[in-house]
């Protein structure tokens, strides 16, 4: 039995279709990671997983719980981590702990060892008002809150949007000892380049699951022969670039544009020598697409 | 280059807390310099301070020939501001958002309109400058408030987290048209947690506890800490400081 199971699922919002047709199944003991922009449906999806959101259509089981007909069973055995910062701002660190461990039933104490890889870091902090805690500070707090009454599944709503480079590579390393426990992990980001921290990636947008697969897999699944190209002042060559016969898309990506084209017949010398034809010197490298190349072949298809 | 920001031994205390510590660079003309640092880091109170919103505590700030202390005025009337909270009017057209905020900054009769045209020639906005911006798609409405916060043509302008959870083609989108407002002339200084995003500046500013960490051509900073991207780069001179969260 899959940890979590979708099947179907539609929302909307009025007029608003938040989520068309959704289906997908996450394996115990997997970090699995939902991808997309804002307002591709995540916090959607998240909410009616986590029992909080009825759908229009479909199901979604999480546990082989139903999340509508049996969400009372269900709330005691997933912790679920909001986007938006929910604990009580006014009472301290140790106090939220306290009262979120006694809501379901258990003590601090009882769960300290699943919760002190983050504990540890908010210890120094432990007697301040949650609202006085620092961004990154939050969220360790959040994560502990989530976890105190350790579940078998924990969901997290863009747990790394707005926090620095550093605190977000510190939250992915908890996630990891918290994966290591045995407890499956169903999280969104927005950030496509955080896919590499799970073991599988759906990605979506309006709605519409993309494609599923494991971080390395989406290489596969993108069509085209990619290249990256190196050259001073390429911004300046993006439109004349995208204008080439062979060109299917060109976007930069850090200090390289990575094109796309269909033709089979093209390799890094032959591209070279098309792009030095329109004056623009260059260092090729043919290269392999990564989750973002697929994410913008697939909007681009659109 | 002339030199549109100069700051030179800029120290911002709160109380005790150094806040910013003793920084010193300038900005020329059209560049595109990207300020980067962990939360806490010194960002926020650099920005506050260039933008005329918080006076410095030590040291010289000029931003468009103007200082810091004395006519802070000036420059805020000087500079565009865009964050990823700016948000345009949805219920009212793109031309007239833009018409609003021209009207905000002073402009009006045939300066607000010449300005107006301007813009949607600049930022290929022909097709739909006369739809309603709640229907237009995330990329176009980003480029749209950059358009907006240039109405009155300042020479500095200043984005905060510009492209937070924008899709990855709109988020290309909008770095082409800050390379192409660079090269009509205006002055970017840019925040990101994308650092594939610092990689597209002219010059990065790496702040670690209200210092200089590094500064320089991203390429060049790539070379001289040896490392392949700039996440590199940020995350062991973060690592290294005492950044708290």
């Given at each position: 039995m899959p940890a979590i199971q979708v099947t179907n699922l539609s929302k909307s919002y009025g007029e608003v279709k938040a989520l068309s047709d959704v289906c997908l199944s996450v394996e115990t003991g997997e970090m699995y990671g939902l991808i997309g922009p804002d307002g591709a449906g995540k916090t959607t999806l998240i909410r009616i997983i986590a029992t909080l959101l009825l759908p229009d259509g479909g199901n979604a089981r999480v546990l082989g719980l139903d999340t509508?007909?049996?969400?009372?069973?269900?709330?005691?055995?997933?912790?679920?981590?909001?986007?938006?910062?929910?604990?009580?701002?006014?009472?301290?660190?140790?106090?939220?702990?306290?009262?979120?461990?006694?809501?379901?039933?258990?003590?601090?104490?009882?769960?300290y060892d699943l919760i002190k890889g983050?504990?540890?870091?908010?210890?120094?902090?432990?007697?301040?008002?949650?609202?006085?805690?620092?961004?990154?500070?939050?969220?360790?707090?959040?994560?502990?809150?989530?976890?105190?009454?350790?579940?078998?599944?924990?969901?997290?709503?863009?747990?790394?949007?707005?926090?620095?480079?550093?605190?977000?590579?510190?939250?992915?390393?908890?996630?990891?000892?918290?994966?290591?426990?045995?407890i499956t992990i169903f999280v969104s980001t927005a950030y496509m380049d955080e896919a590499k921290q799970c073991d599988r990636v759906a990605l979506i947008q309006k709605g519409t699951i993309l494609g599923v697969n494991t971080p390395e897999g989406f290489a596969h699944m993108f069509p085209y022969k990619l290249f990256a190209v190196y050259a001073s002042d390429i911004w300046k060559h993006s439109d004349a670039i995208r204008r080439l016969n062979a060109c299917e898309t060109a976007y930069m990506f850090g200090h390289s544009l990575h094109f796309a084209t269909k033709s089979s017949n093209e390799n890094a010398d032959s591209l070279g020598q098309i792009l030095k034809s329109i004056g623009i010197d260059a260092v090729v490298k043919e290269i392999d697409a990564g989750i973002e190349d697929y994410f913008i072949y697939q909007l681009s298809e659109k | 280059m002339k030199n549109v920001i100069e700051v030179e031994n800029l120290v911002k205390k709160f109380g005790s807390f150094v806040a910013v510590n003793n920084l010193t660079f300038t900005v020329g003309k059209g560049e595109i310099f990207g300020l980067l640092g962990a939360n806490g880091a010194g960002k926020t109170t650099t920005i506050r301070m260039l933008c005329g919103l918080l006076s410095p505590t030590s040291g010289k700030i000029s931003v468009a020939g103007y200082d810091a202390y004395t006519q802070p005025e000036q420059i805020r009337a000087n500079i565009g501001y865009m964050s990823q909270k700016f948000s345009l009017y949805s219920d009212l057209t793109v031309w007239e958002n833009i018409r609003f905020f021209g009207g905000i900054y002073g402009l009006w009769g045939k300066a607000l309109k010449g300005r107006a045209l301007e813009l949607v020639e600049d930022f290929k906005m022909h097709d739909f400058k006369d739809i309603m911006v709640e229907s237009l798609p995330v990329g176009w409405r980003q480029r749209i408030s950059l358009a907006v916060s240039l109405v009155h043509k300042p020479p500095v302008i200043f984005l905060d987290e510009p492209t937070s959870g924008v899709d990855p083609v709109a988020r290309r989108m909008f770095w082409e048209t800050i390379h192409h407002i660079s090269s009509l002339g205006t002055t970017v200084i840019v925040t990101t947690h994308y650092m594939d995003e610092a990689e597209y500046c002219h010059t990065a500013l790496v702040m670690v506890d209200g210092k200089i960490g590094a500064l320089g051509k991203p390429g060049e900073l790539k070379q001289k800490y040896v490392v392949e991207t700039m996440n590199e780069l940020f995350l062991s001179l973060a690592r290294n400081g005492n950044t708290k969260s």
């Open positions: 509508v007909s049996q969400y009372k069973e269900l709330r005691g055995e997933i912790g679920y981590m909001p986007a938006v910062f929910s604990l009580y701002s006014d009472l301290t660190v140790q106090e939220n702990l306290n009262f979120f461990a006694g809501i379901f039933g258990t003590t601090v104490k009882e769960n983050v504990y540890h870091m908010l210890e120094p902090f432990k007697d301040r008002p949650a609202g006085k805690l620092s961004g990154g500070m939050k969220q360790k707090l959040a994560l502990s809150c989530a976890l105190i009454h350790r579940p078998k599944v924990l969901i997290l709503d863009e747990p790394t949007t707005g926090v620095d480079a550093v605190s977000r590579m510190e939250l992915w390393n908890l996630l990891h000892e918290i994966k290591n426990q045995g | -």
